[in-house]
């Protein structure tokens, strides 16, 4: 068949023209009111504290000698307790975390 003869089945010529720019700080999947914590702002917009860029080049240092492109979970910890961390404090809550479901992927309950 000849690309000629073809219909146009998109309805508008400009298929982006509706994306939400990540580079305006405007993230659809946030939903409304929600905001980010300073340092994951901060890590988004490429701004890292110092322990964020060493456990990054530990990371990639550990990939590099392994030749791993995605270290496991059990990985990632080995490489957390090579930098020295160690649990010392108690538990703290992780729901400033938890991240509620969107409202038009929760299943429906008919």
Request: charged letters at 35%; a positive charge; proline letters at 7%.
């Amino acid at each position: 068949m000849d690309k000629e003869h073809i219909p146009e089945r998109r309805k508008s010529q400009d298929r982006r023209g509706n994306v939400v720019d990540r580079r305006l700080g405007l993230d659809r999947r946030r939903g409304p009111g929600r905001r980010l914590s300073d340092e994951r702002k901060a890590a988004e917009q490429g701004q890292m504290s110092n322990e964020q860029f060493e456990f990054i080049l530990a990371i990639e240092e550990y990939k590099q000698q392994n030749s791993t492109r995605f270290p496991t979970w059990t990985e990632v910890f080995e490489v957390i307790q090579a930098l020295g961390y160690r649990k010392v404090a108690e538990p703290q809550s992780l729901k400033p975390f938890v991240k509620e479901p969107e409202p038009d992927k929760v299943p429906s309950q008919t």
